[in-house]
Structure formats: structure tokens, C-alpha cells
């Protein structure tokens, strides 16, 4: 399927010379978002899988779902502020400027196996602060999965170690 055509290309958001892939099209359109959650749970469902992490906020859309797929717990990373029980955080940059997230201190056991989920793959800044929370917390990383990849902006090279996995690249 080519999901390319169910994705919005908005130019200069949310700042200057960033060009915006927006997914919220897809998700009108029920086939391409169930092609990318069935494809997503078969890349998966043969490994063990005990958690989804996703990013807010469109990785939770579909998080939750593939989570539910895999027969699996479903952990969101937030914001500062987000998360109402004590946190652990990660400073990290984007591609228009830095941020920072947060994870539920208790979210994750030691050796769990994790599987990350986001809809765009960028700078990769996100996703890398999210994989170091999870091994901060003791769990394992056994892929990055999403809708699309931006591979202009070399996000899978700050991801090395890690599978990478995405149905689309730009």
C-alpha cells in the first residue's frame, strides 16, 4: 500500500524549513490504519514483546492498539508534567530545538523487553532519549518501529544498536 499518499506534507511546521509529515490523513482512512497496524503486529507478534513505549502524542493513536495486538502492557512517554506518579527524564534535541520527556519510575521491570513505537522516525533525538530511559529503568530495546522514516535527516544513525524498522522512508 502506499502510504505516502495519506500523508500531509506541511511545509515550515512547526518552525521554518521543517517540513511536517502529518499522519492525522491516514487516520481518517481505515484500510491504510489498519495496514499499518496489522504490518507493525506481524514485524512483532513471533518475538516476545511484554511492553509497547510510545511517544506522545500520535505514537499513543496507534500505541495502544498494537499494544493490545501484541498481548502486550502499554507505557506512554510524556512530556514534563504529564505523568501524575514520580518520573525519570531525559534531556534531548529535535530538529527544531530541545525538549524533554518523562516515564513512569515503575513502568517498566528489570529485563522486560521493550518494543518502541512512533510515527515519524527524524533526527531519531526522541526516540534515543526514550530507549535510554527504558534501559535506565533496566528493561531491553528489541526495536523501534514506525510509520515513516526521514532518512534526509539520519535519525536511524542515532539509533545504531537498535533495529529499525518503518514502513515508509522519505
Not at 41 to 66: N, P
Not at 119 to 125: E, I, M, N, R, Y
Request: negative net charge.
Amino acid at each position: 500500500m502506499d502510504l505516502k499518499k495519506y500523508i500531509r506534507d506541511i511545509p515550515d511546521f512547526p518552525e521554518k524549513g521543517v517540513m511536517f509529515r502529518d499522519v492525522t490523513t491516514l487516520l481518517k482512512e481505515p484500510e491504510p490504519m489498519r495496514y499499518v497496524i496489522d504490518t507493525i503486529v506481524d514485524k512483532y507478534k513471533d518475538q516476545r514483546v511484554d511492553k509497547l513505549v510510545s511517544v506522545e502524542a500520535r505514537g499513543f493513536i496507534f500505541g495502544g492498539v498494537i499494544a493490545y495486538r501484541l498481548n502486550c502492557g502499554f507505557i506512554p512517554v510524556r512530556k514534563p508534567g504529564k505523568l501524575p506518579a514520580e518520573t525519570v527524564s531525559m534531556d534531548y534535541t529535535l530538529e527544531y530545538g530541545t525538549n524533554t520527556i518523562e516515564i513512569h519510575k515503575d513502568a517498566i521491570a528489570p529485563g522486560e523487553r521493550i518494543l518502541v513505537f512512533d510515527d515519524v522516525l527524524a533526527t531519531g533525538g526522541t526516540v534515543k532519549a526514550t530507549c535510554e530511559l527504558i534501559e535506565k529503568l533496566g528493561g531491553a530495546v528489541i526495536g523501534c518501529a514506525f510509520i515513516s522514516d526521514l532518512t534526509y535527516l539520519g535519525g536511524s544513525t542515532k539509533l545504531s544498536g537498535y533495529e529499525v524498522f518503518s514502513l515508509i522512508q522519505y
